[in-house]
C-alpha cells in the first residue's frame, strides 16, 4: 500500500473568516483501485488534480473516494471523479438534511447531485471497512465524520480530518468548532489511544509519542502556505512570494 498526503491541513482564520484549507490524501492499496479521502476545496481544484497527475493518478483511475464529512473544504469536489463510488455515513447525511441551514458549512445544494448518482454508499454503525481500510465513526465536529485507521510502514495511522483539526486539540482533548463537545472529546481520546500517526484536518502530521512520564504529541511537518502578492505601485509584474 502506498499512502500520499496530497494537502496537509492550514489553520488559518482571517477577517473575512475561517480559510478552510483542510488535509487530502491518497491511498492506493496492492490489490485494488486508488482510493481519495477527502476532496479539498474549490479554490484547489486545479493543483488537486495537478498533484495526483504527478502521482501518476487520473482522475478517472480514483475507485473510492471517501468523504469524512460534508463540509465545503472537504467534499465540493467530488464532481470531479465520475468512476468513483463514495462513502459517507448515513448520520452526515442526516446532519445534511436536519442542519443544512444551521451549519452553514454543509454545502447542501451540493448533496442532491451526489445522493442521485447511483454511486453513494451509505456507512452504518461504528466501524467497518471500505476496500480493505478501516473506518471508525468519529463523530463531534460532524455527528455522521469518520476516520481512517490503517497500518503504513509499521506504524498505527490515522487519517483524522477534522476529528482533529489541529496538534492543540490531539494535546488538550478538546475542539474548537465542534456540534458536540463530549463526543469530539471522545472522538480525540479513541484516535489518541490507537494512533502512532495522525493526519489531522487543518494542520502539519503529528506523532504520538508513549512514555512512562506520559504520553507526548510531535509535529512531523509543520504546514505552510505560499502566497504571492504584487508589490510594485507602477503595476509592473514585480511579485515576491510571503511565506506563512
Avoid at 454511486?119 to 455522521?144: D, N, Y
Wanted: with cysteine; net charge negative.
Amino acid at each position: 500500500m502506498q499512502v500520499d498526503i496530497l494537502y496537509e491541513g492550514f489553520p488559518g482564520k482571517s477577517s473575512r473568516g475561517f480559510l478552510g484549507w483542510s488535509s487530502c490524501a491518497l491511498i492506493r492499496p496492492n490489490h485494488s483501485k486508488a482510493i481519495l479521502f477527502d476532496t479539498a476545496g474549490f479554490n484547489e481544484r486545479y493543483s488537486l488534480l495537478s498533484r495526483l497527475d504527478a502521482l501518476q493518478v487520473a482522475n478517472e483511475q480514483i475507485g473510492s473516494v471517501f468523504i469524512s464529512h460534508f463540509h465545503f473544504d472537504h467534499a465540493v469536489n467530488y464532481p470531479l471523479f465520475e468512476n468513483a463510488q463514495f462513502y459517507m455515513h448515513e448520520n452526515e447525511v442526516e446532519h445534511i438534511r436536519m442542519n443544512g441551514r444551521t451549519d452553514l458549512a454543509v454545502p447542501v445544494e451540493m448533496y442532491q447531485a451526489l445522493a442521485e448518482s447511483g454511486r453513494l454508499t451509505l456507512l452504518t454503525g461504528s466501524a467497518g471497512e471500505v476496500e480493505g481500510i478501516h473506518w471508525r465513526l468519529t463523530p463531534g465536529h460532524t455527528p455522521g465524520l469518520c476516520s481512517l485507521f490503517f497500518e503504513y510502514n509499521h506504524e498505527k495511522w490515522v487519517l483524522a480530518s477534522d476529528a482533529i483539526k489541529n496538534r492543540y486539540e490531539l494535546m488538550t482533548e478538546k475542539a474548537a468548532m465542534t456540534w458536540d463537545n463530549d463526543e469530539s472529546t471522545k472522538s480525540i481520546q479513541m484516535i489518541k489511544e490507537w494512533a502512532d500517526i495522525v493526519v489531522t484536518g487543518h494542520d502539519g502530521i503529528i506523532k504520538i509519542i508513549r512514555e512512562q512520564t506520559g504520553t507526548m504529541v510531535k509535529a512531523l511537518t509543520n504546514p505552510t502556505v505560499e502566497i504571492t502578492l504584487p508589490t510594485d505601485a507602477s503595476g509592473k509584474p514585480d511579485i515576491r512570494s510571503l511565506k506563512l
